[in-house]
């Protein structure tokens, strides 16, 4: 079965750092592309990274410089590392499985990261 | 950017067809995913674009397993819209539709929109 598992999220105060993992079963992270969506509380998904099997990644403008992707092929893991947080950031962050063209077809259950003093 | 403009809500009886509407500039010449979110949870892959180059007039749209055939899709013009046959109180959930920009390579999703099954 695909699965993925995502953890590390938690209350974390402006400007502070925190790195999301995401644990894949059912297939191999490194034959797949990666992406993180993020929602505000009350809000509408956000695409903010993605990871490409050759390396390569891309991130919305809302958290480049910021926010790092990458994987540990070993451990069949992507992570997230979140730098210099703000409020804004504060949301539930998914990881999923892409398919390439934008086409998410396994999500994980999310993990709340919340931004605040 | 890109932007992809959804109506709030969309009230719908039981047994009866719903349209989602998804407009974005040529979104005919894209490809439109759609996500289904039901409340507490994370988003589900509902209807996905698989065609491999874009057609102003219609494409093919497959559904990942466990999706029910009641769920289609179209997309022409500057309009994709989510079909949903047969309405039950099970499909009540908030739907996203989703593009890849390749002027930026970035994921652009719409607001989205509630279905509400009275």
């Known amino acids: 079965e695909v699965q993925l598992v995502e953890s590390g999220g938690g209350l974390i105060q402006p400007g502070g750092s925190l790195r999301l993992s995401c644990a894949a079963s059912?297939?191999?992270?490194?034959?797949?592309?990666m992406s993180w969506v993020r929602q505000a509380p009350g809000k509408g998904l956000e695409w903010v990274s993605i990871l490409y099997t050759g390396g390569r990644t891309d991130y919305a403008e809302s958290v480049k410089g910021r926010f790092t992707i990458s994987r540990d092929n070993s451990k069949n893991t992507v992570y997230f590392q979140m730098n210099s947080l703000r409020g804004e950031d504060t949301a539930v962050y998914y990881c999923?499985?892409?398919?390439?063209?934008?086409?998410?077809?396994?999500w994980g259950q999310g993990a709340l990261v919340t931004v605040s003093s | 950017s890109y932007v992809l403009t959804q109506p709030p809500s969309v009230t719908v009886a039981p047994g009866q067809t719903a349209r989602i509407t998804c407009g974005g500039n040529k979104s005919g010449s894209k490809s439109v995913h759609w996500y289904q979110q039901k409340p507490g949870q994370a988003p589900v892959l509902a209807v996905y674009?698989?065609?491999?180059?874009?057609?102003?007039?219609?494409?093919?749209?497959d559904r990942p397993s466990g999706i029910p055939e009641r769920f289609s899709g179209s997309n022409s013009g500057n309009t994709a819209t989510l079909i949903i046959s047969r309405v039950e109180a099970g499909d009540e959930a908030d739907y996203y539709c989703?593009?890849?920009?390749?002027?930026?390579?970035?994921?652009?999703f719409g607001a989205g929109t509630r279905v509400t099954v009275l």
């Open positions: 059912g297939f191999i992270v490194s034959n797949n592309y």
């Open positions: 674009d698989n065609s491999d180059r874009p057609s102003p007039v219609y494409y093919d749209h």
């Open positions: 989703q593009v890849w920009d390749t002027s930026t390579n970035m994921y652009v």
């Open positions: 999923a499985r892409d398919l390439g063209g934008g086409v998410l077809d396994c």
